[in-house]
């Protein structure tokens, strides 16, 4: 299912038959330098995209998005939202990944605002963040230039190790009192 559409790209749902193209995408050394661990195998791909489709798009209507070059229909990497814990508070998180083949011609920066942009106009959310590894430069300048700003370091991220925390209030919440868990549990209703 097609979920957005911008001038060069189609964000839409995964399906099991992205396995292949996510395998060859997530193997590669570059792709991966700065995100977790590899798949095992391509069945494990396709049992992490089935997984993917039922605690997301099937629980909250939203998740990572298979990122689709236009002109040439090809798959090129995701882009998306995802619920994460840290430090014991829910947040959502912006998370890209592009082949390196498409990378330093803003087609992340693309996808991550057409992301945000659903994630606060579709689904009410009034706080968005992305969790960088601080070497990440390139991550680090999309995350800016979507609007993310510098929150704080975490030492320790799953199997990130140290990384940094932007983030991004809805500009008409900025100057509440709320709680990311609290927008989060009401944007689930």
Sequence with gaps: MQIAETER???RQY???DAKEFYRIYTDPINMKFMGRMPDSLEFEREHIQ???DNYYNKYGFGLWATI???NNKLIGRCG???QEIEGTKDLELAYLLDWNYWGRGLATEAAEVSIKLGFEEFNFTRIIAVINPQNVASIRVAEKVGLSYEREIAS???FGKVS????????TKDTNSTSE????ASQN
């Design 69 to 71: 070059l236009k002109r």
């Design 165 to 172: 925390m932007y983030s991004l209030i809805l500009p008409a």
């Design 15 to 17: 399906t099991v038959d």
């Design 182 to 185: 609290t927008n989060l549990s």
């Design 157 to 159: 991220f799953k199997d």
């Design 81 to 83: 939202l995802l619920y």
């Design 9 to 11: 790209l189609i964000l």
């Design 51 to 53: 997984k993917h489709i």
